[in-house]
């Protein structure tokens, strides 16, 4: 029996969620029920090598009282009383959930949805507009999206998924998926595209989710409701407040609170019901993280009547009346900005509701490279700029073909107009949804994600320290406004002590793009404490690096970007950014379908090194790629391509994966000096190193991306390959030695060592494995170094009230942070004080 407990408040919408299962406890096929008779689906969405289930992914419906938790146990699940029904008809899928019925037919998303067997909504459809220069003022193409193909990926009986793929006209390839549970009202989509447009013509000026709501009521009994941030915008299409004769009380009451009004006793005001203007559009425009404007009118071609505005508007809006009506929204709305809900036609027999993804109102999106190359056209130069903005450019690489974002909307249809509290909890669901989750024991018990540990009382100041930097970058990221339809869930990469400011405009300094792994800081984090803060900042990190900063087609399909400017404009295109170690938490804790298609898509990732020499700029051999000797650093890249093969083969069953994995361990083992070898040749057609090279070559950025994770998983898992173990032992004791150390077993000092606080966890886990004392206090002193004051610092004069910390950086914040995870979990025992494992602020050239 497992307990699951919500990760937040229990809601009473549908969701779903991922259980971890140790080794061998439970087989494939098992069915899984909850105690309490709540109906739940479940599937399998990873294996142990013995076949055993490893994460399960489980549904359960909305409920009017859901519990506080939930006890998962081995068994057949209840039925539900209404459950998901889906039928193929010719070219449409229907969707039953109970009273709600909708019709999914191409080439449109959603071509009608009924309550109770009325239609209340018709044509759901996604919209853009396209302009070929980014000025004002020019001509715009509206488009309508093609939906060309439609798979039932789940078809309940608690869970429905469909995913839609097409093109917003002949450009911008999409996916949709919508969720369906038994017995909602509601459907969650998620729109995922990917940008594969030309920067210098083409300009998305709008992108967007409209829907055709019916409309059947009289003006005054139809209500236009939009969020703000304490409440709604409560409006009648013809108001009866605020005449100059009153309705009665009773009137003014109903219509307010989204009533039906069947009778006006005041004939003054009855029959003159024509004379009452009638409230035919709005719109809620989003233009900053900090502030929104609202307007109506009465119809196209009439002045808008501005409304009150506001700050942050989450997202959501009604429109309908007390025979039914549509609630829509996007999450995270006024974080993506620029942003914008609209309806138009309220006063006629169909309006339309729109949720902008980018705003029409916006300048058109410009994803042109930010600067003109500077005359560096040549290797030498390119690194002469290194030198002195941290930049990788390349002409021609600046480019952001190819890469995506994904937007969650909601739609949920009413058979009469929702009460305020009805809405406001949609409201917090759209930016909050449920998630169930075991607890952080549970999951450590289950043994999956490699070295971690609980927090414990013997070691508050470090645990301290750790708060203190998370909680830092959330600060930082409400202070520096880290917001915007590309930039939200990034984190900036270095501070400017001058400026007090971050390095947004420093080349390689600025967004941070995943280097030095900021992600499994977090992830590794939440693990530890369960705590919902920490899981919604992972969570939208992993949203973002997944998604903006990397190549999803095209010429660099399956590459990441290093740090830059501008999300796509670094030059290095590496495994090292798209790699699925910083993905799998997310997906196995959520069960995430659109994270699983971006650990699919590198399927094959080692092909994309025929496309991209990442050493190119500084290789001191004459190299180019070839399928049967391709270059393969056994860092940052094997330590991805391991990711990479590890996640396909327990997900799918992939032996192709499973051969590559283990075959290219054996290798690793096979080479002289193993991990230190510093890189191997990869034959395309065998997936095997050529094991010859007995050279010695260390990076100090082998071991920073996801490296000593992926290894601790692997010899966990123990796959029966001799000398693995050794080799990565071999690499993590002799880092961190000294050089006469070194040299008395290689026969020479290893060259480049740095990061020694990040590579204190290699010591720690190596001490761990031998039982070497010495090793692992070897590993405390060297997390333990240079001390700091852990404190903010108000910044007097800045361009808006910020407090500062000019030690940290995005770099050193992770390692640290990984570094004393590992080593409390390792080496606890070790610790040779209680001051504290200080900060220190590395120079990582990267």
């Not at 991922?18 to 899984?32: C, K, Q």
């Not at 006209?169 to 996916?175: A, I, V, Y």
């Not at 406001?424 to 989750?437: D, Q, Y």
């Not at 290095?572 to 379908?593: G, H, M, P």
């Amino acid at each position: 029996m497992t307990t699951v407990q919500w990760l937040e408040t229990p809601c009473r919408q549908g969701v779903s969620w991922g259980v971890p299962w140790a080794r061998g406890t439970v087989a494939e096929g098992t069915e899984f029920a909850l105690c309490d008779g709540t109906p739940v689906q479940s599937w399998t969405t990873a294996t142990w090598p013995d076949g055993s289930v490893k994460w399960s992914a489980h549904a359960i419906g909305p409920s009017e009282q859901p519990e506080s938790s939930y006890e998962l146990v081995v068994g057949a699940p209840a039925a539900p009383r209404r459950p998901v029904v889906v039928e193929r008809v010719d070219s449409e899928v229907r969707v039953s959930t109970g009273a709600v019925t909708w019709v999914l037919k191409p080439p449109g998303l959603i071509a009608s949805i009924s309550y109770n067997d009325q239609e209340v909504v018709r044509d759901v459809r996604l919209v853009s507009l396209r302009q070929d220069a980014p000025d004002e003022g020019v001509a715009r193409e509206q488009t309508t999206a093609t939906v060309d193909r439609i798979t039932v990926e789940q078809d309940g009986p608690v869970r429905a998924v469909v995913r839609l793929e097409g093109k917003h006209g002949d450009w911008l390839p999409f996916s949709v998926r919508l969720y369906f549970y038994a017995g909602a009202a509601d459907v969650r989509i998620v729109h995922s595209f990917v940008w594969d447009g030309d920067p210098d013509r083409d300009f998305l000026a709008g992108l967007g989710l409209s829907a055709d709501v019916v409309m059947r009521d009289e003006p005054h009994n139809r209500h236009i409701r939009l969020a703000g941030p304490s409440g709604f915008l409560t409006e009648a299409v013809r108001g009866l407040t605020g005449l100059r004769r009153d309705p009665g009380e009773e009137v003014r009451r109903t219509q307010v609170a989204g009533g039906a009004v069947e009778y006006i006793p005041n004939p003054e005001v009855a029959d003159r019901l024509h004379l009452i203007p009638q409230w035919n559009d709005y719109t809620l425009d989003q233009t900053s993280a900090d502030g929104f404007t609202l307007r109506k009118r009465t119809g196209a071609g009439q002045g808008w009547i501005t409304i009150p505005s506001g700050t942050r508007a989450p997202g959501y809006g009604y429109v309908g009346g007390v025979s039914g009506g549509l609630g829509f929204g996007l999450r995270d709305f006024w974080k993506l900005h620029p942003t914008r809900l609209d309806i138009r036609n309220a006063a006629s027999d169909v309006a339309t509701a729109t949720v902008w993804m980018w705003s029409p109102s916006a300048p058109a999106m410009d994803v042109r490279y930010w600067h003109d190359g500077m005359d560096q056209d040549t290797y030498a130069e390119q690194l002469e700029g290194l030198e002195i903005t941290y930049e990788d450019y390349e002409p021609g690489f600046g480019n952001a073909h190819g890469v995506a974002r994904t937007h969650e909307l909601s739609l949920c249809v009413h058979d009469t107009t929702p009460s305020a509290e009805e809405l406001s909890e949609h409201v917090a669901l759209l930016n909050s949804p449920g998630l169930l989750t075991v607890s952080p024991a549970r999951l450590l018990a289950a043994g999956v994600f490699g070295t971690w540990s609980l927090p414990t009382a013997d070691h508050q100041d470090i645990e301290a320290r750790l708060n203190f930097l998370f909680q830092y970058y959330v600060g930082q990221r409400e202070q520096r406004r880290w917001y915007g339809f590309w930039d939200y869930g990034d984190v900036m990469h270095t501070y400017d002590r001058d400026r007090h400011t971050w390095r947004y405009d420093v080349g390689g300094f600025a967004w941070d793009n995943s280097e030095l792994s900021p992600d499994l800081w977090l992830w590794y984090q939440y693990l530890r404490t369960g705590r919902a803060d920490v899981f919604r900042f992972a969570e939208s990190m992993t949203r973002h690096t997944g998604e903006v900063d990397v190549h999803h087609l095209g010429r660099w399909k399956g590459l990441g970007s290093r740090h830059n400017v501008q999300h796509w404009g670094c030059s290095c295109k590496q495994v090292r950014i798209s790699s699925a170690i910083y993905r799998r938490f997310y997906y196995y804790l959520t069960a995430d379908e659109r994270t699983g298609d971006l650990m699919d898509e590198l399927a094959t990732i080692e092909e994309a090194f025929l496309v991209v020499d990442p050493q190119r700029k500084v290789r001191p051999d004459v190299y180019s790629p070839d399928p049967h000797a391709l270059s393969i650093e056994l860092g940052v890249d094997w330590g991805a391509l391991a990711a990479a093969w590890l996640t396909r083969w327990e997900r799918h069953g992939d032996e192709r994966a499973r051969a590559r994995l283990v075959g290219t361990m054996s290798d690793i083992a096979a080479l002289h000096y193993g991990f230190l070898t510093g890189s191997a040749r990869l034959d395309l057609s065998t997936g095997r190193f050529d094991t010859s090279r007995d050279t010695i070559a260390v990076s100090h950025l082998s071991s920073l991306f996801g490296l000593p994770e992926i290894c601790s998983e692997l010899i966990d898992l123990d796959l029966d390959v001799p000398g693995f173990e050794k080799a990565w032992l071999d690499y993590c004791r002799l880092y961190l030695l000294s050089p006469e150390e070194q040299k008395a077993e290689l026969g020479q000092p290893l060259q480049g060592i740095s990061q020694e606080q990040a590579h204190s966890r290699l010591a720690a886990y190596a001490a761990a494995r031998t039982g070497d004392p010495e090793l692992a206090r070897l590993a405390w002193r060297k997390l333990s170094v240079d001390t700091a004051e852990w404190k903010t610092t108000p910044v007097d004069g800045a361009l808006m009230p910020v407090d500062e910390a000019a030690f940290i950086s995005t770099n050193g914040a992770s390692q640290y942070a990984l570094a004393a995870i590992q080593n409390l979990t390792l080496i606890p025992e070790h610790r040779p004080d209680r001051g504290g494992a200080a900060w220190r602020s590395p120079d990582v050239r990267s």
